[in-house]
């Protein structure tokens, strides 16, 4: 498994790659923001999980005007998405620890 933290443009993209059972704490200026791994894709009965929006990004209805807003409409999206041997996440901001959890 690894891992790879970039911090620039006023946010942080983390790569995991070679696995996908780890859950990634991170802490920044608004407090910690914890990532659960994504959910199997062959999960028995299709459920939603309850730890993941059932809409699309949690930062949709930000004002233009937030840090927020600025960042949603960049081709990247913001929170966890899954790749093609892990996952990245997009976090809003610079992150001053990250902690990965297996």
Do not use: K
């Amino acid at each position: 498994m690894s891992v790879d933290v970039d911090v620039s443009d006023g946010r942080t993209t983390i790569e995991v790659s070679g696995g996908r059972e780890v859950a990634v704490i991170v802490r920044s200026a608004s407090g910690e923001r914890i990532y659960l791994p994504p959910e199997a894709a062959d999960d028995e009965g299709g459920e939603q999980s309850p730890y993941r929006p059932a809409g699309d990004s949690p930062y949709d209805g930000a004002p233009d005007d937030s840090p927020y807003g600025a960042a949603r409409q960049q081709p990247a999206t913001l929170g966890l998405t899954e790749t093609a041997g892990g996952f990245r996440i997009l976090h809003p901001e610079p992150v001053t620890d990250c902690r990965l959890l297996r």
